[in-house]
């Protein structure tokens, strides 16, 4: 398997995702930077976290605009797996990959914790090797990590188990309490239509070793990588 990572001005998490696919999985990954065109003979793509171009104007807005989307935006409507973590998953809505919107977070405040996350959909290709409702430590980092969409989009995300990810609470609720920036149904992650693209704003690169406290994220790029080898997939 042969990983892309896109890393933009600002992007800080490209690195982690570049350990994740080469030390912990065992794949390859290289770095794409922003101004190129091409992504190269790649079998996957991660839109890193971070603050590309230092979030101006409004989170994941200008990044959208780099040379390199052309490229990520017809991989991704070719089938090619993408996966937007975090400023990723800003990028992929802004790019409108993914309905929606990431707005401040509840508290008005940068959140930087471990949360809990709920698996409500481990029929894709991302999550295949998870238990469905499957309880997840995973850390999140970010300030804009609010899901918002319109009733219609959320109606459509929920009839289509298009939600992958929610956050809940310790009963494994997906509460008001458990909700750690007050995105709209708990969401942490959703998939597009095609099956292909997902979003999420925990950091699952940083849930990779038990050193790290966690090994919960690691499964979503194992899931990745049986998929492309054509064996336990979803």
């Keep these: 398997m042969r990983v892309a990572i896109i890393t933009f001005p600002g992007s800080n998490c490209d690195y982690d995702c570049f350990k994740a696919i080469n030390d912990v999985l065992g794949a390859e990954a290289y770095y794409r930077w922003h101004r190129e065109t091409e992504l190269g003979e790649c079998d996957a793509v991660i839109l890193p976290g971070g603050f590309s171009y230092g979030d101006y104007l409004r989170a994941g807005a200008i990044a959208r605009f780099s040379p390199i989307m052309d490229a990520v935006i017809a991989f991704a409507k070719s089938g090619g797996p993408l996966?937007?973590?975090?400023?990723?998953?800003?990028?992929?809505?802004?790019?409108?990959?993914?309905?929606?919107?990431?707005?401040?977070?509840?508290?008005?405040?940068?959140?930087?914790?471990?949360?809990?996350?709920?698996?409500?959909?481990?029929?894709?290709?991302?999550?295949h090797l998870y238990d469905r409702n499957e309880i997840l430590d995973l850390h999140i980092a970010h300030g804009v990590g609010n899901y918002v969409a319109d009733d219609e989009t959320l109606a459509r995300l929920e009839g289509d188990g298009r939600i992958v990810f929610r956050y809940v609470d310790e009963r494994g609720v997906p509460s008001d309490?458990?909700?750690?920036?007050?995105?709209?149904?708990?969401?942490?992650?959703?998939?597009?239509?095609?099956?292909?693209?997902?979003?999420?704003?925990?950091?699952?690169?940083?849930?990779?070793?038990?050193?790290?406290?966690?090994?919960?994220?690691?499964?979503?790029?194992?899931?990745?990588?049986?998929?492309?080898?054509?064996?336990?997939?979803?």
Excluded: W, Y
């Design 83 to 127: 996966l937007g973590v975090c400023n990723g998953f800003q990028v992929l809505c802004e790019s409108g990959l993914l309905p929606g919107a990431l707005v401040k977070n509840r508290s008005m405040q940068f959140q930087g914790e471990t949360v809990r996350v709920r698996v409500d959909n481990n029929q894709t290709l991302f999550t």
């Design 177 to 234: 309490e458990g909700n750690a920036n007050g995105s709209m149904h708990n969401i942490a992650g959703i998939i597009n239509e095609e099956g292909n693209v997902l979003g999420m704003m925990p950091h699952p690169e940083r849930s990779v070793e038990s050193l790290l406290g966690s090994a919960d994220g690691l499964p979503i790029f194992q899931s990745l990588a049986a998929h492309l080898s054509g064996t336990g997939v979803a």
